[in-house]
Structure formats: structure tokens, C-alpha cells
């Protein structure tokens, strides 16, 4: 299928799917003679699992680093739900979701301790962090 017609079973655009390939994330397509891309519906099951990846809270960056594993995750073999990409371990043997659920812990403390201070000055009653 083209790429407007892969884009749309996928959920998304012609422009995310070339973002995804440029990225990595997707392998490149098989070419028609006359240039244009070709998409099978394995890219489209590819591309519908990066975007529930991303959707998560995952980064193009995150999964970038675990491309190789994400064709796990097309074929439905558990193991690479749990060895691979979904689990967050890259090949250094870091885990991706664990480090972005750190991140985000982080940030949602800063944005607790932010509203805390702001609010301590709606009300007036001063806030001694700073």
C-alpha cells in the first residue's frame, strides 16, 4: 500500500510515517519502480506499536535505541515484550522505561514543589524555599 493509505491504517500521517523511517524507528520501504514508497501490513503493525510506545510516555529517542527490538513486538513474542523494547532494556542493559519513569517522577516533583510555592503566595502565607 502507499504511503497515504499505510499512514491512515496506522492512525497517523504520511509526514510521521517518512519521521519514523528518517529516525529509524521504521525500516525503509520496498520503492515501486516509479520511486514511491511501499508499505506492507507488518509496517503498519510497526508503526501502530511505535505510537502505543510513544503514547505511554516514551521518546522517539527512547525507542530509537531499542529499534532492533521492536520487531519482537510486531511478531507478538512475549519475550520482547518483557526482554525487550515494551520492558525499557536497551542493549547496555539500562531500562528505557525505567529511566523515563524516573524522569517523569522527577518532573512531577518539581511541578508539585512549583504549585506549592506559587499557591503559598496566592494566599500569602510565604513559602521559606526560595
Do not use: H, K, W
Not at 11 to 19: I, K, S
Not at 26 to 40: C, H, K, N
Not at 66 to 76: E, P, Q, T
Request: net charge positive.
Amino acid at each position: 500500500m502507499r504511503i497515504g493509505d499505510a499512514a491512515a491504517a496506522a492512525g497517523t500521517t504520511p509526514r510521521a510515517l517518512r519521521f519514523y523511517e528518517e529516525r529509524g524507528l521504521l525500516p525503509p520501504p520496498v520503492r515501486t519502480a516509479s520511486g514511491q514508497r511501499e508499505y506492507g501490513p507488518r509496517d503498519v503493525r510497526r508503526v501502530r506499536i511505535v505510537r502505543d510506545l510513544l503514547s505511554v510516555g516514551l521518546t522517539v529517542e527512547d525507542l530509537a535505541r531499542v529499534a532492533d527490538r521492536l520487531d519482537g513486538l510486531v511478531d507478538g513474542r512475549a519475550a520482547s515484550c518483557t526482554d525487550g523494547a515494551a520492558a525499557g532494556r536497551d542493549p547496555a542493559g539500562g531500562g528505557i522505561a525505567s529511566a523515563r519513569l524516573a524522569a517523569l517522577d522527577a518532573e512531577i516533583a518539581r511541578l508539585t514543589d512549583l504549585r506549592v510555592r506559587l499557591a503559598a503566595r496566592l494566599t500569602g502565607t510565604g513559602d521559606a524555599r526560595g
